[in-house]
């Protein structure tokens, strides 16, 4: 359905930035930076506490241009299973197994899938980062108390439309910022995160379509 589908992409495009870093699919085009030093040292700090993130639970607060909230529970088991569950009154929950993403709208009675190859939302699920060699990195910044990622995603080939916020320089990912076509920013703040703990595989089971509940394919 055309409406899920758009739905979903702009849900990805605001909560899933950090997905966009991987650039698996993404077909951007090659980029060589010359990243110094300090650069390297930092894009690999980022690097490596992403391969050694096993799970991660966070709250998280999503803010559209227009100052619209949304609030949820993000859930991430890597490689391979994510999660993102609103809270009401948002209908909308994603489920990432199996390598598809599965939408479930409460409010329309659908269920949606799309594989992750379809979508820049893989990253996250990837085995392997490496960012220094990622042609969606255009260059990293040390702030007071953080590192700040500038990146941009296949929508956006030759510029910058995302920034991701890591807390240092014990690292930990606080939020990311993505400006669609038109600039417009929407913002998602994590709180709470909590990391290596177990969680149940029902998390990331794929939504159980009931008898009042029709499917659909993009």
């Known amino acids: 359905m055309k409406q899920t589908r758009r739905d979903f992409m702009l849900v990805s495009a605001g909560l899933l930035a950090v997905p966009l870093l991987s650039g698996a699919g993404q077909q951007l085009p090659q980029r060589r930076i010359d990243f110094n030093t300090e650069q390297t040292e930092d894009l690999n700090r980022i690097s490596a506490w992403l391969n050694g993130l096993a799970t991660l639970t966070a709250s998280f607060v999503q803010t559209n241009a227009q100052g619209r909230t949304a609030h949820g529970t993000f859930y991430l088991a890597r490689p391979g299973r994510l999660r993102f569950e609103y809270r009401p009154p948002s209908p909308l929950l994603i489920v990432a197994t199996g390598g598809n993403f599965y939408v479930r709208n ?113």
């Open 106 to 218: 409460n409010r329309l009675n659908t269920v949606d899938h799309y594989s992750a190859s379809d979508t820049p939302l893989g990253l996250l699920l990837d085995g392997n980062i490496d960012l220094k060699r990622n042609p969606a990195v255009l260059g990293i910044e040390r702030r007071e108390g953080a590192l700040v990622l500038h990146a941009r995603s296949a929508t956006n080939r030759m510029s910058e439309n995302i920034t991701v916020t890591f807390a240092a320089p014990d690292i930990q990912l606080r939020q990311w910022v993505v400006k669609d076509l038109q600039g417009d920013p929407t913002t998602v703040v994590l709180t709470e995160a909590q990391t290596g703990m177990a969680l149940p595989d029902t998390l990331f089971a794929k939504p159980v379509q009931t008898p009042a509940m029709r499917t659909g394919t993009n």
